[in-house]
């Protein structure tokens, strides 16, 4: 392969994976045009800005685009390496959608040459990959496409799916174990020494089909633990017993390690994916299907919750203590916090308030509801009842002496000094 600084990389969609990626890789020297289809996301991009939030990343960004490594465009260029990194969402019956990802592969054919390599990272259902080597098949005849010639091939495709968890992307680009699968152990090969420039990690090789269902199994993985946390909640709560203590004491033995309860599961990953597992093969996912109504049902249990609590008494004022879809990030896709907030919002209006330091303004979902987005300290004075829906550290560093009086539903389980309720008063429920 050419050297670092001769290698053209291109980078498709610019989100949240795509554009921490490009930038990593053109931090080794490497020449990485970012391809988006928003114009406001290339423009910001080619300032030296970012449109997204995630640690360091602002300034890694402004360096290799003043160093001239990394620059964003709406068209396609000639690359050697093609990084797909556009969204997979669900459409109708959780079915998955991967139009993004095979019109990306059809602006690809435009350019592709041979001795290209072409790497699917978006999370994609079983079967992808192969689906994108068809379709260059089909728009490239000229080339031998893996899987589709005899003899040798003259690009590579391969799936090597991201792990990277929000807030520690650009740590877990480069230190996070990748599991790269090609069409050809060839194709795996060839991509294989492509993230060796950047990751430290260890580069594993296996089929495309196994590298899809590994990164499924992850995320359903970590959705059947959360649902376990979920499911126990409220169990706990049903017999009066802090869940909290429950999972602290039960963590203590050598070989079990209970996830934490939340007010469901959020994000773009973790509550879309596994769906996709459930679709392939609905009579052999019972348990991933359940742990995803566990988690959704999860958000609803804890709206009712809230209401009941706003209901009792119509003099409470309530903060919803966060919209983020977890801790110390600004991301609220898929957010259960999101979800609670708002029903509250609407059903009881100005007598609830919003606490994100995340956000500058509220999202548009409260539109006309009467909330308003307060700061920490005008909810700790104003506001006699406290719902914690995110666990951002500004929040768990509340101390009890200004929680004193005050209500309080922590879905998150921040405070652990926060007394126990007295007989009939639900000062600390956990579900
Ligand atoms: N959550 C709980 N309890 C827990 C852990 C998480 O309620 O004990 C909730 C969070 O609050 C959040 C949701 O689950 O709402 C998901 O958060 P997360 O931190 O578990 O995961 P994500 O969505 O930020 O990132 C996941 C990661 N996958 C795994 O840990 C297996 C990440 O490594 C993946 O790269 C990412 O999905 C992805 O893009 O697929």
Known sequence: MVSDSELQVAVLGLGYIGLPTAAVIARTGAKVLGVDVHAHVVDTVNSGRVHIEEIDLDALVSGVVARGNLRASLQIEPADVFVVAVPTPFGDNHAPDIGY????????????????????????????????????????????????????????????????????????????DRVIGGITPRCARKALQFYRRFVRGACVTTTAKAAEMTKLSENAFRDVN????????????????????????????????????????????????????????????????????????????????????????????????????????????????????????????ARVSIVEPYASTLPAAFDGSGSALIDVDSALESCDTLIVLVDHEIFRSIPLEE????????????????????????LRLAS
């Open 226 to 349: 959360i649902a376990f946390a979920n499911e126990l909640s409220l169990v706990a709560d049903q017999m009066g017993v802090d869940v909290w203590e429950v999972i602290r004491l039960a963590n203590r033995h050598p070989r079990v390690n209970i996830l934490s309860p939340g007010p469901g599961v959020g994000g773009h990953c973790i509550a879309v994916d596994p769906w996709f597992l459930v679709s392939a093969a609905p009579d052999q996912t019972p348990l991933i299907r359940t742990a995803r109504e566990v988690n959704d049902g999860k958000v609803e249990h804890v709206i009712a919750r809230a209401c009941a609590m706003l209901e009792a008494d119509p003099t409470v004022r309530a903060a919803c203590l966060g919209l983020a879809f977890k801790a110390n990030i600004d991301d609220f896709r898929e957010s259960p916090a999101l979800k609670v907030a708002t029903a509250l919002a609407e059903r009881f209006g």
């Open 101 to 176: 990802v095979l019109k990306a592969a059809t602006t690809i054919a435009i350019v592709l040459k041979a001795g290209d390599v072409v790497i699917l990272e978006s999370t994609s259902p079983v079967g992808t990959t192969e689906k994108v080597a068809e379709l260059l098949a089909k728009l490239r005849p000229d080339l031998k496409v893996p899987g589709h010639c005899t003899g040798s091939a003259d690009v590579a495709i391969a799936y090597c799916p991201e792990r990277v968890l929000p807030g520690r992307i650009l740590v877990e680009l480069i230190d996070n």
């Open 403 to 426: 929680r004193v009086g005050k209500q309080v539903y922590d879905t998150r389980g921040i405070w652990p000094d926060q007394p126990h309720p007295a007989p009939g008063e639900p």
